[in-house]
Nanobody
Framework: QVQLVESGGGLVQAGGSLRLSCAAS????????MAWYRQASGNERELVAV???????NYVDSVQGRFTISRSNAKNTMYLQMNSLKPEDTAVYYC??????????WGRGTQVTVSS
C-alpha cells in the first residue's frame, strides 16, 4: 500500500524560503510521475510542479523561477524548494503520485503560510 507523507510546511515572511519533503513508501516502483499540488482556502486544488520518472519537469507559470522540484530515488523522497515566497503562495500543499495503472495517491498535506 502506497503512503505519502509531507513535511516542511510552516509560517514564513514574504521573500523567505521553505523546503517541502514528501516521503513515499509502498509499491513506489510503479510510479510514473510525482507532483506537488496546492489548495488555497476557497480555491480549487491546482498543480504546482510535476516530475516524471524520466526526470522531465514542469511548473505552473506562477512559480516558475522560484520553486524547484526534485526527487531522490535512493531516499524515496520528493522535494519542493520554494524561494521568494509570496502571500499568494499560502495554501495547503499536497504530494501526489500516479502509477502505471493511472491510480492517484495523495498525502494529507502540509500548510504553508506566507505573511506580508
Amino acid at each position: 500500500q502506497v503512503q505519502l507523507v509531507e513535511s516542511g510546511g510552516g509560517l514564513v515572511q514574504a521573500g523567505g524560503s521553505l523546503r517541502l519533503s514528501c516521503a513515499a513508501s509502498g509499491n513506489i516502483f510503479t510510479f510514473v510521475d510525482m507532483a506537488w499540488y496546492r489548495q488555497a482556502s476557497g480555491n480549487e486544488r491546482e498543480l504546482v510542479a510535476v516530475i516524471t520518472r524520466e526526470g522531465r519537469i514542469n511548473y505552473v507559470d506562477s512559480v516558475q523561477g522560484r520553486f524547484t522540484i526534485s526527487r531522490s530515488n535512493a531516499k524515496n523522497t520528493m522535494y519542493l524548494q520554494m524561494n521568494s515566497l509570496k502571500p499568494e503562495d499560502t495554501a495547503v500543499y499536497y504530494c501526489n503520485a500516479r502509477d502505471i495503472y493511472q491510480d492517484n495517491y495523495w498525502g494529507r498535506g502540509t500548510q504553508v503560510t506566507v505573511s506580508s
